[in-house]
């Protein structure tokens, strides 16, 4: 894993700023860095040295006549064979890195060069000759890469707090990716939440050219994901392929010159990621998870039964010490480069910190749910399906006969409201209101801006054109629109971004077994009842866990992870928070209702609840508003020169 970034186009004092780049990229490659630079262009690089660690394997790298540079984040799964493959061409190689077959397989193949990697990456290559840079991202965005547009200079880094180190940046909010984060929690690629800056998308290529001092530039999907539900494919043969093809995915994601183990959370996905694991070293494989002091979010038994059933080198790491602290928190939030309001970032991050003490690459159990179907929406998805064949004025009853049960406290204030909502949604508005953080009516009342934005719903519109919904069975069609938006949506843009966001703030290597080509492929053809059995998710993974792990195991319901809020976060936060969000200095009522979020924030702060509002929901509530206002106050508007 590495720190890359640079630009094609006219910078005075460049060398100046590409020092900046690679200081503000150090974290993500602490081991070197390296910068190389033409007249009209640079590309920068900070080394986090996992495959051949000597000086051959330091970027930015060539081809041999040196007129194609790269500088590459990630790891190259099959670099092996595309190096026999372009060692029979007549290309040599000064060292044994993944990185080195990129300028000769651009050489070789030309732009089509992305759609032969597998891996996790963020790369770009420079061609001298013809003054063109390309920029690619792996095919679910993995590995984060960020871009700043203009007539006279493209810049790109691995991290948006880098490009903001540039002169010329547009750094005015986009009002657009303000809304849409206020209800999702997370900015949608390609938006960002700066005007200027762009995120490449999953399976992208960018291409831009340097012609007279005016640089042009266009982008292409060379990748994109096909749902396509096999009905001929049974539960052995599925149960068959998906054993053979976690082992394959795993041993191919082994290879390292430095210390590697596994994260063994105790759940489903990384129980059977470690299992494969061992079989690949051959007895030899260090898991780690870590104890919670509170019960109810600690899963160590698991994770010791597995380790013992399988003879790894374990250990328990303890999530004591975790600081709750006004500049604990804000620090993160603001690592992370732009709002983003996912409270499971600050559990991830304290993984992270106490796994790089022992190893510098980890396996993840990560991307297991999207793919074989395990999040509770895609049982829920099958009841709404089945309910809404009632007439509307059963669910209105339904609806009235639960009121008395909110008013007492016995269910959520918002549950009878859910139950209209899903009553006459369209298919769409089903995975909407599944996948926001702020439903509809609760987005719409905070929402005051009277800047123009376009709805939410759009997201899931388009979603839902991908998951073709020509699709016989209308439990099928929202079970491919609930996949199209987990994988193209939250796994980017949250699920990843979070991972890659608190591991490479440690300089850690994580990867993603579950997330491999093949396999991945291979649940996008599982039909809806191979991965949902009643409100049993994921049914092939469990088979195969079945198998593989502990009965006891096996069968354990799936446990949320993250930090207990109202036992973590101090006095001392909580008075910022509310100075902060409250304040005369807050930049909030800008696009927010102060009346509408006052309230709510009071109530966090307080210990109290607030229009049914878990307590939960309040501080995922008040992070999402921390993490905006950070970023208004952090470069107000305008174009920094």
Same mark, same amino acid.
């Given at each position: ?123 770009? %290559? ?144 990384? /129980? ?133 049960? /909110? ?40 929402? /005051? ?163 049914? %509002? ?28």
């Amino acid at each position: 894993m590495c720190g890359i970034a640079g630009w094609l186009g006219g910078l005075p004092n460049g060398d100046k700023y590409g020092i900046g780049l690679a200081r503000a990229l150090k974290h993500r490659g602490p081991d070197a860095e390296g910068i190389k630079s033409w007249p009209e262009a640079t590309l920068v690089h900070t080394r986090l040295s996992i495959i051949d660690l000597t000086s051959s394997g330091a970027q930015p790298l060539s081809n041999e006549d040196g007129t194609i540079w790269t500088v590459f984040n990630g790891e190259i799964y099959n670099h092996h064979d595309l190096r026999s493959y372009l060692e029979g061409r007549g290309h040599t190689f000064r060292g044994r890195s993944d990185s080195e077959i990129l300028p000769h397989l651009y050489e070789e193949d030309g732009i089509a060069f992305a759609e032969k990697l597998r891996g996790m990456f963020a790369l770009a %290559i420079y061609d001298c000759r013809k003054r063109t840079l390309f920029l690619a991202r792996d095919r679910f965005g993995i590995k984060p890469l960020f871009y700043a547009a203009g007539p006279g200079r493209l810049a790109f880094a691995s991290e948006i707090n880098a490009l903001l180190q540039l002169p010329d940046v547009d750094v005015r909010p986009d009002p657009q990716a303000i809304y849409d984060f206020s209800a999702l929690f997370y900015i949608p690629a390609p938006q960002t939440f700066y005007s200027g800056i762009r995120a490449l998308q999953p399976g992208e290529i960018l291409e831009a050219r340097l012609d007279s001092g005016v640089t042009s530039w266009r982008t292409r999907q060379y990748h994109s994901w096909t749902i396509a539900p096999d009905p001929a494919l049974g539960l052995a043969e599925a149960e068959r392929r998906a054993e053979e093809l976690i082992r394959t995915a795993v041993h191919r994601q082994m290879e390292s010159d430095v210390p590697l183990g596994a994260l063994l959370s105790g759940g489903i996905d990384s /129980s059977l990621i470690s299992v494969a694991a061992q079989e690949a070293v051959g007895g030899e494989l260090r898991t780690f998870n870590v104890r919670f002091p509170e019960k109810e979010y600690d899963e160590t038994w698991a994770a010791v039964a597995v380790a013992n059933h399988i003879g790894s080198r374990h250990e328990t790491l303890s999530m004591d010490g975790i600081p709750g602290t006004w500049d604990h928190i804000t620090s993160l939030l603001r690592h992370a480069g732009q709002p983003y309001a996912d409270t499971s970032l600050f559990a991830a991050h304290a993984v992270c910190q106490r796994m790089r003490r022992h190893v510098a690459v980890a396996l993840s159990g990560d991307g297991g749910d999207e793919g074989f179907g395990g999040y509770h929406f895609y049982w829920q998805i099958a009841r709404v399906a089945r309910w809404q064949r009632l007439p509307m004025s059963v669910w209105n009853g339904a609806a009235a006969a639960l009121m008395p049960l /909110s008013r007492w406290g016995m269910i959520s204030s918002r549950f009878p409201e859910r139950l209209r909502d899903f009553a006459g949604a369209d298919d769409p508005a089903i995975v909407q209101n599944m996948f926001c953080w702020l439903r509809e009516k609760e987005h719409a009342g905070l929402w /005051s801006s009277d800047v123009k934005v376009e709805p939410v719903r759009r997201l899931f519109e388009r979603q839902w054109e991908h998951a073709m919904p020509q699709r016989s069975s209308r439990l099928e069609r929202l079970g491919a629109l609930a996949t199209e938006a987990n994988t193209r949506l939250m796994l980017t843009n949250d699920f990843l971004f979070k991972v890659d966001t608190a591991s490479m703030k440690e300089g850690l290597e994580v990867r993603v077994p579950m997330l491999d080509e093949d396999l991945f492929s291979f649940a996008l053809t599982l039909p809806y009842h191979l991965k949902v059995q009643g409100r049993t998710c994921k049914r092939i993974l469990r088979a195969v866990a079945q198998r593989w792990l502990p009965t006891e195991v096996a069968n354990k319901p799936k446990m949320g992870f993250g930090i207990p809020v109202d036992r973590w976060v101090d006095s001392d936060f909580k008075e910022g928070l509310r100075e902060a969000l409250l304040g005369s200095n807050s930049r909030l009522p800008e696009y927010f209702n102060p009346d509408v979020y006052r309230p709510m924030v009071e109530a966090f702060c307080s210990g109290q609840s607030c229009h049914g %509002i878990s307590r939960e929901g309040l501080y995922e509530r008040a992070i999402m508003l921390l993490t905006l206002q950070l970023s208004l106050d952090r470069k107000g508007s305008g174009t920094r020169s």
